[in-house]
């Protein structure tokens, strides 16, 4: 029977053994495909890719809560606004301010 030591070992080996597998099944899968696609005559572009993320950045939000009186807003992400933590301090809801 193996020791913990010894088990510790073999496993981190393993690891080892399976990231570099990894990186060889990847780099002979992104070969193939890039054989096929000029094979085809296909580009990035064929697949609904630009090659960048999908997720826009800087893009706003509406705002969901508006103060009555000086007409703060908030969109509802990110920390709660001070003037928002101060109305629910004194009692009221996070909900009485959404915008209707």
């Not at 080996?13 to 990847?26: D, G, N, P, V, Y």
């Not at 800087?58 to 109305?87: F, I, S």
């Amino acid at each position: 029977m193996s020791s913990y030591k010894e088990l510790l070992a073999q496993i981190e080996m393993l690891k080892q053994q399976a990231e570099s597998q990894r990186k060889t099944e990847i780099s002979q899968v992104v070969a193939d495909i890039r054989a096929k696609m000029q094979e085809y005559g296909i580009s990035l572009s064929d697949l609904g890719s630009t090659g960048r993320s999908s997720r826009s950045k800087g893009t706003t939000v509406a705002a969901k809560y508006r103060h009555p009186k000086t007409g703060d807003t908030w969109t509802g992400r990110g920390k709660m606004p001070k003037w928002l933590q101060g109305e629910v301090n004194t009692g009221k809801r996070k909900e009485d301010f959404l915008i209707a």
